[in-house]
Nanobody, 118 residues
Framework: VQLQASGGGLVQAGGSLRLSCAAS????????MGWYRQAPGNQRELVAR???????GYADSVKGRFTISRDNAKSTVYLQMNSLKPEDTAVYYC?????????????WGQGTLVTVSS
């Protein structure tokens, strides 16, 4: 399984970006897909997650500004980021949880850099 993330870049504070992550390969059952981010010197943190049935969850810091969505047919997850702030600057990683009979398997994308200038 491979996760290909795209959409990062440089944007001014208050601007918007849309991240995409497409999963390819043999996946038996996607439990959820999501986005994490890691800023320099910080631990990787959950930004948003969406389950197979569309249930979403967000970090408090992005609620009301970011929206996660997915296209199950394309095994693709999106993150619409509005009203971006300098503190949103980080490498954003796509994440996929595969549900297996004996547990779950986690996959990570390569990361895409988001830089928000003040």
């Amino acid at each position: 399984v491979q996760l290909q993330a795209s959409g990062g870049g440089l944007v001014q504070a208050g601007g918007s970006l849309r991240l995409s992550c497409a999963a390819s390969g043999s996946i038996s059952n996607i439990a959820s897909m999501g986005w994490y981010r890691q800023a320099p010197g910080n631990q990787r943190e959950l930004v948003a997650r969406i389950t197979q049935i569309g249930t979403t969850g967000y970090a408090d810091s992005v609620k009301g500004r970011f929206t996660i969505s997915r296209d199950n047919a394309k095994s693709t997850v999106y993150l619409q980021m509005n009203s971006l702030k300098p503190e949103d600057t980080a490498v954003y990683y796509c994440n996929l949880l595969e549900s297996l009979s004996h547990g779950t398997r986690v996959y990570w994308g390569q990361g895409t850099l988001v830089t928000v200038s003040s």
